[in-house]
C-alpha cells in the first residue's frame, strides 16, 4: 500500500464560506492550504460593507457557524461590524492566520491537467491539487451609469464601499435604491442630515421587525456557561429557519400570513394614503429578498425626509433631476445599487480543462452541479456557488455541508483513489432540471425581478429544503463524476 499523499490546497476567499471550508480541511487532517483574500482582512461582504446602518438580517444566533457559536451577541440582529469580529476572532481561534495571505487577489487560475496553477495580482504563484472558489455572491458593487454622474460635484458613495470620512450629518443626502441596504441606510442617516431623500425606482416590502432589539446579558452569560443550552437554541433556530423555507419554497397559509404581515406592516406605520400607494409594490411580498426593517416608514415620516418615486433623468453638478423636470439640490449621492451578484470568481481569469474560460462555460448563466462542482473544471469546486440556498436555508450551514462534501473528495485524492474528479455535464443538467422544475412553487416565481435572476432569467437559488441539500451532499455519488 502506498503512503497517503498531501493534497495541496488553494482556498479564494476569506469570508464565510473560505473560512469554514479552511477549518474543515484542518479538522480532517488537511493542512496543506493557503488562503488567498483579495481585502485587507477576512469577513467577505462583512469586511466590505462598512455603511452607516449596517445590520445582519438574519437573526445572530443563526448567523454564525455551528462549531464556533458565539453566546454573546449584541443584539438578536446583529450589526455588521460585530459579524466581521466574529469571523476575525474563528480566524484566530482555529489558528488560520498562518494559512491567510491578505491583499492577495487571483487573477488567473488555469488547469494544468493535473491540479491548478494559480496566480495573485502581486505575481505570486501557487501550484495546487484543490482548488476551493469561496468567493462569495455580493462581492462586485452595481453602480448604475446614470447620465450627469461625471458633473457632480459633490460626494459619490456605493454602501458597499463606505468611506467614514465622508460627513454626513448636516448634508442634502440622496440615497437611490431600495433593496435592504438602501432601507438600513436611509433610517440610520435621516436623524443626523439636513435632508434626506430617497430615490425609489421600485418600492419593495418592508416586513416590521426590530432589528434594534439587544440580546440581554443574561442570554449570553447563560449560553456561555452552558454550552449544551447553546447546542440546543441552535437546533430550535435551525428548525425555525426551516419553517421559513417552507414560506418561500411553498405556497401555502404560512406563506400567506407571512405575506399578510408584510401588508400590515405598511398599512400599520403609513398613514397617508398618497405616501402608501408610492410604497406599496406591484409584486408579492417574499418574491424578491425580503426587507426588515422597523424604523424605515418612520425615518421616510420625518421631516427632513422625501420619497420620491419619479424616475431619474440625469444627475447636474448639484444635483438630481428627475423625469419631471424636478431638481433636487444634493451634497451627497449614495448609491445602495447592490451588486453584480452572478459574477462569482469573475473577473478572474479562470480557465479548465481543455482551455475553457468560465466565461466560455457559463456564457448562458452561473451553472454548478449542488453550488459545487462544474463541467470542465476538475478538482475546482465552490462553496456557496450558484443555486446556493441565498434566500432560504442559514448561509453559514449550507457552507459548512459544502465544506464537508469537498472535503470528502480531497481525502479520496489523498487515499489515491483518482487523481482528477471532474462533475459530467449529464449530472450538472439533471441537477438543473430539478432546480428548476422545484423553482415552479416558489415564491421567487411569482413575477417580479431582484438580484436573485441571472441575466438570463434564471433564479439563481436552491428550491430545495435543508434535508434534500444535506442528503445530497452528504457523500459523493461517483455515477455523476468522472474520476481519473
Ligand atoms: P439590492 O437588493 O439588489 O437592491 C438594489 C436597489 O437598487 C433596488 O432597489 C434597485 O431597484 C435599485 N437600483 C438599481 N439600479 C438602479 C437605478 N439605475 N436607478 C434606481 N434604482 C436602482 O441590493 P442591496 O444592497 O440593497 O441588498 C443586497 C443584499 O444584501 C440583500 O438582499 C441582503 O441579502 C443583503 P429595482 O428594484 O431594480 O428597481
Redesign the pocket.
Given at each position: 500500500m502506498t503512503a497517503p499523499r498531501e493534497p495541496r490546497i488553494v482556498i479564494i476567499g476569506a469570508g464565510v464560506s473560505g473560512i469554514a471550508s479552511a477549518i474543515t480541511l484542518r479538522r480532517n487532517g488537511l493542512n496543506d492550504f493557503v488562503i488567498l483574500e483579495k481585502g485587507s482582512d477576512v469577513g467577505g461582504?462583512w469586511h466590505w460593507n462598512r455603511y452607516p446602518g449596517l445590520t445582519c438580517?438574519v437573526p445572530s444566533q443563526l448567523y454564525q457557524f455551528g462549531f464556533a457559536p458565539k453566546p454573546d451577541w449584541s443584539h438578536i440582529f446583529a450589526p455588521g461590524p460585530e459579524i466581521q469580529g466574529y469571523l476575525a476572532d474563528v480566524v484566530d481561534r482555529f489558528e488560520l492566520r498562518s494559512h491567510l495571505r491578505l491583499n492577495a487577489e487571483v487573477v488567473a487560475a488555469e488547469f494544468t491537467g493535473s491540479g491548478w496553477r494559480v496566480e495573485t495580482g502581486d505575481g505570486a504563484v501557487y501550484e495546487a491539487d484543490f482548488v476551493i472558489a469561496a468567493t462569495g455572491v455580493?462581492h462586485h458593487p452595481?453602480t448604475?451609469?446614470?447620465p450627469g454622474l461625471g458633473e457632480f460635484t459633490g460626494d459619490v458613495l456605493h454602501?458597499?464601499r463606505w468611506d467614514d470620512a465622508v460627513p454626513t450629518a448636516g448634508r442634502r443626502i440622496a440615497v437611490?435604491?431600495?433593496?435592504?441596504?438602501?432601507?438600513?441606510v436611509v433610517s440610520a442617516l435621516q436623524p443626523k442630515a439636513d435632508r434626506i431623500t430617497h430615490?425609489?425606482?421600485?418600492p419593495?416590502w418592508v416586513i416590521w421587525a426590530p432589528m434594534w432589539m439587544p440580546q440581554p446579558a443574561l442570554v449570553g452569560a447563560v449560553l456561555d456557561r452552558l454550552p449544551q443550552v447553546n447546542q440546543t437554541l441552535y437546533q430550535v433556530g435551525m428548525a425555525g429557519a426551516k419553517l421559513f423555507t417552507d414560506v418561500v419554497t411553498r405556497p401555502s397559509w404560512r406563506r400567506r400570513a407571512v405575506q399578510e404581515f408584510a401588508r400590515l406592516s405598511l398599512r400599520a406605520q403609513v398613514r397617508d394614503p398618497d405616501m402608501r400607494e408610492q410604497l406599496t409594490p406591484d409584486y408579492q411580498p417574499l418574491c424578491?429578498?425580503q426587507?426588515l426593517s422597523g424604523s424605515y416608514y418612520r425615518a421616510l415620516r420625518a421631516r427632513n425626509a422625501e420619497l420620491v418615486t419619479m424616475?431619474?433623468d440625469a444627475v447636474t453638478a448639484t444635483g438630481i433631476r428627475t423625469v419631471d423636470g424636478r431638481h433636487h439640490e444634493i451634497d451627497m449621492i449614495v448609491?445602495?445599487?447592490?451588486?453584480q451578484?452572478h459574477n462569482y470568481m469573475r473577473p478572474m481569469n479562470l480557465v479548465g480543462r481543455e482551455g475553457i474560460s468560465i466565461d466560455d462555460a457559463w456564457a448562458k448563466g452561473p451553472r454548478a452541479y449542488w453550488m459545487t462542482a462544474i463541467p470542465g473544471f476538475p478538482n475546482l469546486f465552490t462553496v456557496l456557488g450558484p443555486n446556493s440556498p441565498?434566500?432560504s436555508i442559514p448561509l453559514h450551514h449550507a457552507a459548512e455541508v459544502t465544506a464537508k462534501y469537498i472535503t470528502a473528495w480531497i481525502q479520496r485524492w489523498r487515499a489515491g483513489e483518482f487523481d482528477t474528479v471532474e462533475v459530467t455535464e449529464s449530472a450538472t443538467e439533471r441537477f438543473e432540471a430539478e432546480v428548476g422544475e422545484a423553482l415552479g412553487p416558489t415564491v421567487w416565481s411569482t413575477g417580479c425581478?431582484?438580484?436573485y435572476f441571472t441575466e438570463g432569467g434564471n433564479i439563481d437559488l436552491l428550491p430545495f429544503n435543508r434535508r434534500t441539500m444535506e442528503s445530497a451532499l452528504a457523500t459523493p455519488d461517483d455515477r455523476d463524476f468522472r474520476l481519473r
Amino acid at each position: 500500500m502506498t503512503a497517503p499523499r498531501e493534497p495541496r490546497i488553494v482556498i479564494i476567499g476569506a469570508g464565510v464560506s473560505g473560512i469554514a471550508s479552511a477549518i474543515t480541511l484542518r479538522r480532517n487532517g488537511l493542512n496543506d492550504f493557503v488562503i488567498l483574500e483579495k481585502g485587507s482582512d477576512v469577513g467577505g461582504v462583512w469586511h466590505w460593507n462598512r455603511y452607516p446602518g449596517l445590520t445582519c438580517d438574519v437573526p445572530s444566533q443563526l448567523y454564525q457557524f455551528g462549531f464556533a457559536p458565539k453566546p454573546d451577541w449584541s443584539h438578536i440582529f446583529a450589526p455588521g461590524p460585530e459579524i466581521q469580529g466574529y469571523l476575525a476572532d474563528v480566524v484566530d481561534r482555529f489558528e488560520l492566520r498562518s494559512h491567510l495571505r491578505l491583499n492577495a487577489e487571483v487573477v488567473a487560475a488555469e488547469f494544468t491537467g493535473s491540479g491548478w496553477r494559480v496566480e495573485t495580482g502581486d505575481g505570486a504563484v501557487y501550484e495546487a491539487d484543490f482548488v476551493i472558489a469561496a468567493t462569495g455572491v455580493l462581492h462586485h458593487p452595481a453602480t448604475p451609469d446614470i447620465p450627469g454622474l461625471g458633473e457632480f460635484t459633490g460626494d459619490v458613495l456605493h454602501t458597499a464601499r463606505w468611506d467614514d470620512a465622508v460627513p454626513t450629518a448636516g448634508r442634502r443626502i440622496a440615497v437611490i435604491g431600495t433593496g435592504s441596504t438602501g432601507v438600513q441606510v436611509v433610517s440610520a442617516l435621516q436623524p443626523k442630515a439636513d435632508r434626506i431623500t430617497h430615490f425609489v425606482r421600485s418600492p419593495q416590502w418592508v416586513i416590521w421587525a426590530p432589528m434594534w432589539m439587544p440580546q440581554p446579558a443574561l442570554v449570553g452569560a447563560v449560553l456561555d456557561r452552558l454550552p449544551q443550552v447553546n447546542q440546543t437554541l441552535y437546533q430550535v433556530g435551525m428548525a425555525g429557519a426551516k419553517l421559513f423555507t417552507d414560506v418561500v419554497t411553498r405556497p401555502s397559509w404560512r406563506r400567506r400570513a407571512v405575506q399578510e404581515f408584510a401588508r400590515l406592516s405598511l398599512r400599520a406605520q403609513v398613514r397617508d394614503p398618497d405616501m402608501r400607494e408610492q410604497l406599496t409594490p406591484d409584486y408579492q411580498p417574499l418574491c424578491k429578498r425580503q426587507v426588515l426593517s422597523g424604523s424605515y416608514y418612520r425615518a421616510l415620516r420625518a421631516r427632513n425626509a422625501e420619497l420620491v418615486t419619479m424616475g431619474i433623468d440625469a444627475v447636474t453638478a448639484t444635483g438630481i433631476r428627475t423625469v419631471d423636470g424636478r431638481h433636487h439640490e444634493i451634497d451627497m449621492i449614495v448609491f445602495a445599487t447592490g451588486f453584480q451578484a452572478h459574477n462569482y470568481m469573475r473577473p478572474m481569469n479562470l480557465v479548465g480543462r481543455e482551455g475553457i474560460s468560465i466565461d466560455d462555460a457559463w456564457a448562458k448563466g452561473p451553472r454548478a452541479y449542488w453550488m459545487t462542482a462544474i463541467p470542465g473544471f476538475p478538482n475546482l469546486f465552490t462553496v456557496l456557488g450558484p443555486n446556493s440556498p441565498t434566500g432560504s436555508i442559514p448561509l453559514h450551514h449550507a457552507a459548512e455541508v459544502t465544506a464537508k462534501y469537498i472535503t470528502a473528495w480531497i481525502q479520496r485524492w489523498r487515499a489515491g483513489e483518482f487523481d482528477t474528479v471532474e462533475v459530467t455535464e449529464s449530472a450538472t443538467e439533471r441537477f438543473e432540471a430539478e432546480v428548476g422544475e422545484a423553482l415552479g412553487p416558489t415564491v421567487w416565481s411569482t413575477g417580479c425581478n431582484s438580484w436573485y435572476f441571472t441575466e438570463g432569467g434564471n433564479i439563481d437559488l436552491l428550491p430545495f429544503n435543508r434535508r434534500t441539500m444535506e442528503s445530497a451532499l452528504a457523500t459523493p455519488d461517483d455515477r455523476d463524476f468522472r474520476l481519473r
